[in-house]
Each structure stands twice: as C-alpha cells, then as structure tokens.
C-alpha cells in the first residue's frame, strides 16, 4: 500500500514535465505570425506609420502611398504586426497633407516598391517602433481598361 508522501513523491515529476511541456507550448504558440483582418485598427494604424517610416527614410522628395497589402498577420500574443505593402510614387512632395489622394507619376517618374514591414506598437500610450524593413522595387504594366484609381495591377516579369 502507498502512503500519502510516496504519492506525492511519485506525481511530482509527473507535474514537473506536465508544467515544462505547457511552457514551451506557449513558447512555441508566442513566435508564430497569424493571419488578421486588414481592417484591424492597430494593424491599420501599423500600415500608416510603415509607410511614413518608409517616405521618411528615402531621398527622395516625393511620396509614396500605399497601393495594396497583400498580407496582413499579428504575432500570437503579441502587438508586433507583419505586414506586406505595395506602394507607389506619387506627384505629391512627402511633406505634404493628403498623400492618399495624390495621384501617382506616370512616365519616366513612376516607381513601385513591394515592403515587408515588422512593427510593434505598445497601445497606452501608443508607442510604434518599426523592428524590420525590406524592400524592392517591382516591375508593372498597367492594363489600359484600369485606370490608377484603381487597386488592380498586373505585375511584370
């Protein structure tokens, strides 16, 4: 017959590989990246200071806007958002008010770059730090039945 501290002795390592098992679980669970909605108010708040932090940075006297995510994810347990845009180069300085609304260059002065963005924002008070950028500049033809107005676009070779 078992006593009670011979029960006890035998579940304890039993409850010890029970606890290490749930945290390296949850360690496991905590660098995974998962897919949100594009209208999430911190990613949304996330996608407009990814692309001032990206005007800021280049040399360039004109303003890119955002054309496109292509996709939208959050880390598990987490407020770092990964995310990737498609901008475009737009008449309008990078200073000025309403970048949204400029429309793109045409001709020689039209470029678009795909990003990968990894933010973290800290929402009391709203902190953002942008942990990771890259970016390139993509090829595209524009079909002739859209016009720039509109978010479809055909990417190139």
Known sequence: MLTCSAAVDSMFPKSILILGLIVLGLHACTCKF????KSTTYFTL?????VFQYNEAQPD????????????QQKILSWTYLMDLDMGRTICKKH?????????????????VSCTFVVNI????????LLNSTCLRM?????????????FFYYGD
């Open 96 to 112: 000025d008010e309403d970048i949204n609304n400029c429309h793109l260059q045409e001709g020689p002065g039209k470029k678009t």
């Open 139 to 151: 090829k595209i033809r524009e079909d002739p039945v859209f016009s720039q107005e509109t978010d």
């Open 61 to 72: 006297e004109f303003a890119y806007k955002l054309l496109w995510v292509r996709r939208s």
């Open 46 to 50: 996330c996608v407009e200071f990814a």
């Open 122 to 129: 800290i929402p009391v008070p709203i902190h953002f730090t």
């Open 34 to 37: 998962v897919d949100i909605a």
